[in-house]
T-cell receptor, first 118, second 113 residues
Framework: SAVISQKPSRDICQRGTSLTIQCQVD?????MFWYRQQPGQSLTLIAT?????????ESGFVIDKFPISRPNLTFSTLTVSNMSPEDSSIYLC???????????????FGEGSWLTVV | DAKTTQPPSMDCAEGRAANLPCNHS???????VYWYRQIHSQGPQYIIH???NNETNEMASLIITEDRKSSTLILPHATLRDTAVYYC??????????????FGTGTRLQVTL
């Protein structure tokens, strides 16, 4: 399967600032997903990003707060805007790729970006 | 996507088989059962998936009941490195294209000496 990497792996951010997380896959993939995992919680999908179209956001997430870019089939960014302490989370990039016995494409995850907002 | 129910936590002795149950009584005919695990501080790791037949790979075995309303993930010889949160996810595949994963709370497996 393809390799996926995220940057930064962790960061400490000031309240009110914005941070962009980059996600790079080493092969072309159709769909990329961004998840958030708040401390002690499970993963929550933020949005689905297809190349060449606007991201589709899940309920509770808006583009102004979490703008996403998907300029090509190997790269995506997620920006966390105007951060507050409540945005302290792990942000995970994932992609749909690989052929797996007719089940569509299995989703694989990066290692995540740990953000702490102070 | 159908909802899944898992026990919040389980213990297993190292070297023994870990059997993690999952209930998905409302699963539809076109929905697959996927298992992921998340070791502390890491991204979720794909383990295995299946539709209706039992499946086995180098990591685990997946046993799906005949009515598909429940399944069991089996780690045949658990090690301390298998300590993680295990997520059972039912995933619909409209039109054969990829679809999102919806995570529940999972089962926290603790492997002990």
């Amino acid at each position: 399967s393809a390799v996926i990497s995220q940057k930064p792996s962790r960061d400490i951010c000031q309240r009110g600032t914005s941070l962009t997380i980059q996600c790079q896959v080493d092969s072309q993939v159709t769909m990329m997903f961004w998840y958030r995992q708040q401390p002690g919680q499970s993963l929550t999908l933020i949005a689905t990003a297809n190349q060449g179209s606007e991201a589709t956001y899940e309920s509770g997430f808006v583009i102004d707060k979490f703008p996403i870019s998907r300029p090509n089939l190997t790269f995506s960014t997620l920006t966390v805007s105007n951060m507050s302490p409540e945005d302290s989370s792990i942000y995970l990039c994932s992609f749909s790729g690989g052929r797996d016995r007719g089940a569509g494409n299995t989703i694989y995850f990066g290692e995540g970006s740990w953000l702490t907002v102070v | 996507d159908a909802k899944t129910t898992q026990p919040p936590s389980m213990d297993c002795a190292e070297g023994r088989a870990a059997n993690l149950p999952c209930n998905h009584s409302t699963i539809s005919g076109n929905e697959y059962v996927y298992w992921y695990r998340q070791i502390h501080s890491q991204g979720p790791q794909y383990i295995i998936h299946g539709l209706k037949n039992n499946e086995t790979n180098e990591m685990a075995s997946l046993i799906i009941t005949e009515d598909r309303k429940s399944s069991t993930l089996i780690l045949p010889h658990a090690t301390l490195r298998d300590t993680a949160v295990y997520y059972c996810i039912v995933r619909a595949l409209p039109g054969g294209t990829a679809s999102k994963l919806t995570f529940g709370t999972g089962t926290r497996l603790q492997v002990t000496l």
